[in-house]
């Protein structure tokens, strides 16, 4: 899988889940819409999803939607819960030019949430670190 190999998606996109922002604020921990409404970042290590190690599934916070298979899973030593590959069809990428970089935006494919980057720095199969926000997302157990 290459690192475009998502739904590449325009901010002007709409998605299934559409709500406004009022309803997001509301049903939205303060934290988890502050990262998945605003693209912001929790803080390294706070996250209890970095230490979830049951066979399962990640899903968004903001709309359900299946987007890590819990056996992808890897400890990267980032501080954030770090994936080699999404469930197809659960997120989408675009270019992210925020902070005097270039960077490649996870979101959810049905909200349009913000999930956190994908670095090509990660380990085999794909190569890829999908470095997410654990406030993006909650965990099922198998």
Same mark, same amino acid.
């Given at each position: 899988?290459?690192l475009f190999s998502s739904t590449k998606t325009a901010p002007s996109e709409h998605f299934v889940v559409e709500k =406004?922002?009022?309803?997001?604020?509301?049903?939205?921990?303060?934290?988890?819409?502050?990262?998945?409404?605003?693209?912001?970042?929790?803080?390294?290590?706070?996250?209890?999803?970095?230490?979830?190690?049951?066979?399962?599934?990640?899903?968004?916070?903001?709309?359900?939607?299946?987007?890590?298979?819990?056996?992808?899973?890897?400890?990267?030593?980032?501080?954030?819960?770090?994936?080699?590959? =999404? @469930?197809?069809?659960?997120?989408?990428?675009?270019?992210?030019?925020?902070?005097?970089?270039?960077? @490649?935006?996870?979101?959810?494919?049905?909200?349009?949430?913000?999930?956190?980057?994908?670095? =090509?720095?990660?380990?085999?199969?794909?190569?890829?670190?999908?470095?997410?926000?654990?406030?993006?997302?909650?965990f099922k157990p198998a």
């Amino acid at each position: 899988m290459g690192l475009f190999s998502s739904t590449k998606t325009a901010p002007s996109e709409h998605f299934v889940v559409e709500k =406004p922002d009022e309803e997001w604020r509301r049903e939205l921990s303060p934290e988890a819409y502050h990262v998945l409404r605003k693209h912001g970042t929790e803080r390294s290590g706070t996250s209890p999803l970095n230490q979830e190690k049951r066979a399962g599934t990640f899903v968004c916070a903001g709309c359900g939607t299946p987007v890590y298979n819990a056996a992808t899973k890897f400890e990267s030593g980032t501080g954030w819960p770090s994936f080699t590959a =999404p @469930i197809e069809g659960g997120v989408g990428t675009s270019e992210d030019r925020s902070l005097f970089m270039t960077r @490649i935006e996870v979101h959810c494919a049905k909200c349009g949430g913000h999930l956190g980057h994908v670095f =090509p720095d990660g380990p085999k199969p794909t190569g890829l670190r999908y470095c997410m926000n654990g406030a993006a997302m909650e965990f099922k157990p198998a």
